[in-house]
Structures are given as structure tokens and as C-alpha cells.
């Protein structure tokens, strides 16, 4: 059966003869080695393949895509196949079983297949474990912690990158050890334990310093810098970006510079400086489309819209977040083009030009459903609520933050928990449910305090002192509101 205009499939029956007769004439036939060259073939494949989406790699001459569109098309096409053939009992004797979650990672992960990625990196590890090769082990272990972090699946991840960075100590690879502290510090960094993720990049920085190894030193200051940012340590971020862009400038790592520069324009922004962000995000995207990255320079271009914005410059803005989502509609990574459109909703929001924003965050809402983007959902979701909330949609706004809500919670991201409750709490009193309003502000309050956030604890108690004002409950709104007793009891 034709399945589209260049592949064929088997129906089921005559899948299930071919096999049976395969195998009564396996001898005969060769079928091993038949299923060994087969093997090779999807193995070379699928690195020839990755080879295309390495930035800092240039693919040989002979590599057997044209460009990285094709590469990603042959990936997509034959993703299912892949698994099967990685999977299967041949396989199990051969280093495709192994090798595929090397080859197929950046695909895997720019996909957001990272189920796939699990099951690959966990049987390499198995298999490397197995067969006495601690090395490749540890190289698995590793690329086991990326997949996990991806199911935000933190502390699996950082089990597997403590082993990992252990073995590698243990065989004296230092090289390879500093990866995996950075992977390490990644995954530490994820599950906010900052001072931890801080200690394992300052570790794999020194290491890459006293190696010579610049690059790799870059990568784990970079790494530093956005730990800062999360810590709300602007100054310290700016610092840590600043040297590790000087140090992509001076080893000619074009790509890694415009990855740098993309943080710290980020920090720019935090420190109030939009004005340069714009600038220095506006350089990170012409360094990516220079080494060919369309990716790097649809997010570049996104988060430049978010600078026009917060500089006031709005049309810029929505033209910025527009070509993001083209870029990112063009190169097949869907959760990108969601979380541009999802910008883009919030400059159309800007504007007045509320239609147009309710369509940009639907169109967010659906391709994150679409790609089980959980995040996503509940990102376009607070769009959504938002601009409801702006054009007196109440019902629907309502509708939407309380989803949002429910998802957060489900991702156990209590700092978007609480801001969604808050929203949700004033859009009830905005449509007099005070009584819902007081509910909702209330447990933002709890979850603010369970997370240690001061100032969204107090966020949320001032809209609980409103909607008890509202409720007429005037006792109790100047307990809370008052300065002496500023916490729930």
C-alpha cells in the first residue's frame, strides 16, 4: 500500500507471511547478514543525518543529504522505523542498539521526543553497563540526564549525572567529566537548587580552564550566567555572560558567541537596559542565520520582540514575534512557533488589537495540545485569560485561568501556580464572585509561602483583603492587610 508519494507500507497479512517466510529460508536467504547491512545502513543513516544538525559541524562532502531540511524529513519519515530496528532482538547484538541514542539526540530532543530519547539512552547505559565499558556508560548515563530533564524528571536526571560524572572521575576523562558536571549543573539548576548548580559549573569551568579547553570552559560560565539570571542575580549573570561571550570571541566559536549573547541580552533586560537588549539579541540572530542555525535565530528574534515590548515599541514587536513563528513553522519545531505566537498575542494584547491576540494564543493553545506541551498549554492559556479579561469576556477568562492553574499545579511549578491563582482570584472579583476571589487569592498566598516567595505571598494577600472588602468583612480585611500581619495565619 502507498502511504504518500514516496514510501509503501506492508498490510498486516502480508507483513505476517513475508516474515514467516523469511524465516523457514533465514539460512538460505542470509537473513543475518541481510539484517546486519540493514542495521549498518539506518545506523550511518541517522548520523549522516545528525551531522546536519550539529551547528559547529560542517557535514562531509559525501553525506548523503543535501541540506538539513532533508535530513529532518528522512528523520521524520523514518522515526518509527528507527525505534523498531534500535529495539529489536538483532539489535541488541549489534551497536546500533547502542550508538542510535547518540545519533539521533539533537533530533530527539529538538522534537520533544524525549519518551524516545529515555528508552534509547536507557538501554545504551544497560548495554555499555553490561559489556564492561564504563566510558560509554557514563556517555549514556549523560545523554539519559538531557532526555529526563526534558519530562522534567529532575532528580532521575541528576542520579544519572552524579553516576555518570563519577565514572568519568573514575577513569580519570577529565574532558568528559566537565560535560557531565555541566549536564550535572543543568539538571541541579532545573530543580532549583541553585547553589548546587552553581558549584558543578564553577567545577566544569575550572576544569575546562586548567584543560585548555576554552570551549568547554564557555559553555559551563555561560551555564554560571543563567543560573544567575534564575537566582535574580542580574549583575552577577551580566558579569558571567560578558566573559564567556569574550571568550567565544576569542576562540572563533561563532555559534557558542551568539548562544552567550542571547543570554545576556536577556540579562540586559533584567537589569532595565531593553534598549541594548534589542541590539545584542538583533547580533545573536544574525550570528545564528550566518552558521546556519534557523532555529537559534527564530528564538533570537523572538525574545527581541519581547525587548520591543517591554521598550514600548509594539509594532516592532509583533513583526519580531511574526517572523519567530515563521522561522520556527518553517523549520518543524512546533513548540517554538507556539511560544512565538504566544508573544505575539501578548503585543496584539498591547495594541488593542484584542481579535487578533484571541486568535495568536488559540493557535498557541492548539499546536501546544497538539505536542502534549503541557507548559505550553498553560502559557497560552494566560494569554488567553488575559486578553478575555481585557474585552469583558469573563466567563471564558475565568475558564482559562483556572486551567492554567490546574496545570502548574500538575507541573509542580508553584511560581505560576500562584501567579495564575492570583489572575483567576481578580478576574472573580472583576465578574463580583468575591467569594471565589477570596478562595483563589488564598491559595496563591499558601503556595506563594510554601515556595518561599515573599513578594508574591504579599501580591496575593492584598487581593485577599479586597475581595473581603467586597465581601464586606471589614475586620478581616485590615487584619490582613495590616503591616504587623502581612502572612496568613
Known sequence: MQTD?????????????????????????????????????????????????????????????????????????ERNTLMAAATSTPARGHRLGAELTFAL???????????????????????????????????????????LLGVRRFDEAIGKSTVAVKIFREVGDRHNAAIALNT????????????????????????????????????????????????????????????????????????????VLHTLASALRELGRPREAIDVHAEAAAIFRETGDRQGEATSRNNRGSALREARRFLEAIDAHAEAAAIFRETGDRHGEATALNNRGDALRDVGRYQEAVTAHTGALEISSEVGDRRGEATALQGLGNTLLEIRVLPEAISAWSAAAEIYRALGDHQREGDALNTLGSALLSANVAQGALTAHTEAAKVFRKAGNRQGEGTAITGLGSALLRLRRIEEAISRLHPGRGHLP
Open 5 to 77: 508519494s514516496e514510501r509503501w507500507s506492508l498490510h498486516d497479512l502480508l507483513r505476517l507471511f513475508a516474515d514467516e517466510y523469511g524465516q523457514a529460508h533465514a539460512d538460505t536467504d542470509q537473513r543475518s547478514a541481510a539484517v546486519e547491512r540493514l542495521l549498518d545502513y539506518y545506523l550511518y543513516t541517522a548520523q549522516a543525518a545528525q551531522a546536519h544538525l550539529e551547528p559547529r559541524v560542517d557535514p562531509d562532502p559525501a553525506n548523503p543529504f543535501s541540506d538539513r531540511n532533508t535530513a529532518l524529513k528522512w528523520l521524520d519519515a
Open 105 to 147: 539526540a539533537r533530533f530527539l530532543t529538538l522534537r520533544r521526543y524525549f519518551t524516545d530519547h529515555i528508552t534509547l539512552a536507557t538501554a545504551a547505559a544497560a548495554k555499555y553497563h553490561g559489556t564492561g565499558d564504563r566510558p560509554s556508560e557514563a556517555m549514556a548515563l549523560s545523554t539519559l540526564s538531557a532526555a
Open 184 to 259: 550535572l549543573g543543568v539538571a541541579l539548576h532545573s530543580a532549583q537548587q541553585y547553589p548546587q548548580a552553581i558549584a558543578a559549573y564553577t567545577e566544569a569551568a575550572d576544569i575546562g580552564r586548567a584543560n585548555g579547553d576554552r570551549r568547554g570552559e564557555a559553555a559551563a560560565v555561560h551555564n554560571l550566567g543563567l543560573a544567575h539570571l534564575e537566582m535574580r542575580n542580574f549583575d552577577e549573570a551580566f558579569a558571567a555572560c560578558t566573559n564567556a561571550a569574550a571568550i567565544c570571541r576569542e576562540t572563533g566559536d561563532r555559534h557558542g558567541q551568539a548562544v
